[in-house]
């Protein structure tokens, strides 16, 4: 019993000394390539359009206008970032072309 449960210690004590080395680079953020910035780009001015429009149809006034202007401005900086060439991640991208939470 004793002779299992060092062996199992010992295995489990191993396997997380091992795992930091198959992380990633610590501190270094992703970024889209440029071959994948236009993509991204022209996802995230359709995203802008759509919720100007989600905003318009839903007549939106008070809290509600200032839930879609805010996601539109997030969309914007994001766009302007992009076009200026200053790094974004993806997991940024992804972030802001989800739905607005009206």
Do not use: C, F, H
């Amino acid at each position: 019993m004793k002779v299992s449960t060092i062996g199992i210690l010992s295995v489990v004590g191993i396997a997380m000394s091992i795992t930091p080395t198959w992380a990633g680079p610590v501190g270094m953020q992703r970024s889209t390539s440029p071959y994948q910035q236009p993509t991204a780009l022209a996802q995230l001015e359709m995203q802008q359009e759509q919720v100007s429009r989600e905003a318009m149809a839903a007549n939106a006034k008070g809290p509600l206008l200032v839930s879609y202007m805010d996601k539109r401005a997030q969309l914007q900086n994001l766009i302007n970032r992009i076009q200026n060439g200053q790094p974004v991640s993806p997991d940024e991208i992804d972030r802001a072309l989800q739905p607005a939470n009206p």
